[in-house]
C-alpha cells in the first residue's frame, strides 16, 4: 500500500486552496500487483480536487507485488488530503 500512496501523492497536483475535504479513492489491485482499476470512493466536494486525484491514478499502471499468498485481486482504498505539515 505504501507504494500506492507513494506514486499517487507525487502525481497529485490538487488546487491550491485552505480548507479542502479529504478525497477517497479505490483501486483494483491483481494478484501480479497490476492496478487494473480506480474510481471515486468519496467526493471532496471539489470537483478540481476530485479530477486532480483521479487523474493521479490513472498515472498508475503497476505496484509493486502483493504479499505472498495473495489469491484474489485486492480492493484498496486511499484518502489524500493536503495538508501544511504534508509538504
Known sequence: LKGIKKAVY??????VQEGL????LGF???T???ITAHH??????D???DRAA???A???SLWSQPPAGTQEDLDVCLVLQKCKSCD
Open 58 to 60: 490513472r498515472s498508475l
Open 54 to 56: 483521479l487523474n493521479a
Open 21 to 24: 475535504k479529504p478525497v477517497m
Open 47 to 49: 470537483p478540481l480536487q
Open 10 to 15: 507525487s502525481s497529485w497536483k490538487p488546487p
Open 32 to 34: 501480479e500487483g497490476r
Open 40 to 45: 471515486l470512493v468519496q467526493s471532496s466536494g
Open 28 to 30: 483494483k489491485v491483481s
